[in-house]
């Protein structure tokens, strides 16, 4: 059984490619479905999920999640992305994060099925300086987060980032990363 799969099987049954049993076994029931999608979105209808099918598979989960009133979604509480500065140099939030860095973080994490790592998400200018960020970092104005998803491959990672919109770079001597909008 594989889960990846199984997140295949309910993104495809979702939209209407289904029903399928959600198994986790890559069948000829779930090609079929996959090719119809790839299909309808203009890619060859193989029935495989590569990562342009994966991307676009995934890409819709945008417009379907929700926030709560103080600035979480399902997958991420707001404190994760306070300033790492430990109130030395602000109160954790010199500025509010961005809705749509926000929406599109759980849409990545949504696509990855698996928990993404938030390293660093907003920054004071005093601690963007002392972490060697750029002069007018996007971390200062809540529009960017340093992540990573344990197990998951960084490009793999960025890859999916990059089909939801975000603009990326990767470290990959330090394992993140960097995402924004």
Known sequence: MNAFIK??????????????KV??????????????FQKDAGLEPDGLVGPLTE?????????????????ATPHFAKVEFACDCQGIYCDGFPAAM???LLLK?????NALNAPVVI?????????NA????????RHCVGQ??????????ITRVASIAESLGLMTILYLEQGFVHCEV
């Open 55 to 71: 991307n676009r598979l995934f890409r819709e989960q945008l417009s379907v999640i929700s926030m709560d009133g103080d600035g």
């Open 7 to 20: 997140k295949i099987q309910t993104a495809l049954n979702d939209r209407g490619y289904g029903p399928l």
């Open 105 to 109: 973080l759980e849409a990545l994490r």
């Open 144 to 153: 960017a987060a340093d992540l990573y998803a344990p197990g998951i491959d």
């Open 119 to 127: 390293t660093s998400g907003l920054r004071c200018e005093i601690r």
């Open 130 to 137: 002392e972490v060697g960020g750029i002069p007018g970092s």
């Open 98 to 100: 961005d809705l749509g």
């Open 23 to 36: 198994d986790g076994k890559d069948g000829p029931k779930t090609k079929k479905a996959v090719a119809a």
